[in-house]
Nanobody, 124 residues
Framework: QIQLVESGGGLVQAGGSLRLSCAASGRTFSYYSMGWFRQAPGKERAFVAAFGWSASNTLYADSVKGRFTISRDNAKNTGYLQMNDLKPEDTAVYYC?????????????????WGQGTQVTVSS
């Protein structure tokens, strides 16, 4: 199976940027689709972005479209979430997830592997 570790979270002012990383180990990363989810205080975990086996398969939640970019570097076994123009409502714990499916999409139960999460706090 694959293990995932997120990093790159922190405190940033509104309008700022952060890049989250998701380091994978244990299996060949290129065989997995990847997704990012987030959980804000008092709310359920929600889909943010997903990247399938094919470079053309990406999907974003409407709330982050145009501001966030998901990518991956298979040579480094690492996935990324570039977050620009951050807003206070982006404050959450961000999780990366991996799936053996070619396209798990935005459905949380389609992802079998999860990282421990990284906190992102956006101040106004």
């Amino acid at each position: 199976q694959i293990q995932l570790v997120e990093s790159g979270g922190g405190l940033v002012q509104a309008g700022g940027s952060l890049r989250l990383s998701c380091a994978a180990s244990g299996r060949t990363f290129s065989y997995y689709s990847m997704g990012w989810f987030r959980q804000a205080p008092g709310k359920e975990r929600a889909f943010v972005a997903a990247f399938g086996w094919s470079a053309s398969n990406t999907l974003y939640a409407d709330s982050v479209k145009g501001r966030f970019t998901i990518s991956r570097d298979n040579a480094k076994n690492t996935g990324y979430l570039q977050m620009n123009d951050l807003k206070p409502e982006d404050t959450a714990v961000y999780y990366c997830a991996a799936s053996g499916s070619s396209w798990p999409g935005e459905t949380e139960r389609n992802y079998a592997y999860w990282g421990q999460g990284t906190q992102v706090t956006v101040s106004s």
